[in-house]
């Protein structure tokens, strides 16, 4: 009974501590928002990013960070965190507008580039869902073919209906879980970054004395492949592959 007692009271701290961090987050957010109102953007920055350093995420959260780096006009930081509250809510309208309108700023752009089309239609497919919905897709799919299987076996339900929809739901819990797999691949397997000053030199090998195969600048978005002391070997949109300063860089 003590035994019981201990767990239900921890359970209740631990319920009360979650609760209390969350009233603590919301009223610095609240707080934060009041700063940028009032233009005060050193503020409303610094509240925010002690939220987003303390563990905090959000689409909102990110979103407001990016504002309050583009109104100090760090274009690459707003980029960077538009980027990062567009992979938690990418269907977010005002997301989407300001992330586009921060890149009608940048200074490369990356011309004649050549995208795979059997990766740009799965990017397509999944790029409207956030990571966490296609999850719970895939699960209910999974859950909903199971129990049609169950009877299929152990009730030995028959019948043109059952076997239609027990192959139909197979193959759409198949295409469910790859296009979920794909989005965990493409997402949070591959490290992505974004070049966020104002200049960036991308070299044929991992030094400064290397050949320099161009010039890049805020906002260029990339694929880390390697990593190697202060450099990353990274590509581009368009294919491109070059060396470059981790100083110049964040991951998305």
Known sequence: MARVFYFMMTGLLLLSFAQAADIKSDSIFTLASGYFENQQYDLALETNLSLAEAGFQSASLFYNI????????????????????????????????????????????LEGVKINPITTFFDMLVTPFTMNLLFWITSVLFIIFFLYLAGFVYFRYRGMFVNIMIYGLLVILLISGGLTGYKYRSEYMTQRGVVVT???????????????????????????????????????????????????????
């Open 66 to 109: 990016g504002n309050c780096y583009f109104k100090q006009g760090e274009l690459g930081y707003a980029i960077l965190y538009y980027l990062r509250a567009k992979r938690l809510n990418p269907n977010d309208d005002d997301i989407n507008a300001n992330l586009a309108f921060a890149r009608q700023f940048m200074p490369t752009r």
């Open 198 to 252: 104002a200049e960036a030199r991308i070299y044929s090998a991992p030094s400064e004395n290397s050949d320099p195969e161009f010039t890049g600048g805020y906002g260029l978005t990339f694929e880390i492949k390697k990593s190697l002391d202060n450099y990353y070997l990274v590509i581009f949109e368009n294919k491109r592959k070059g060396w470059i300063k981790k100083e110049n860089i964040e991951i998305i």
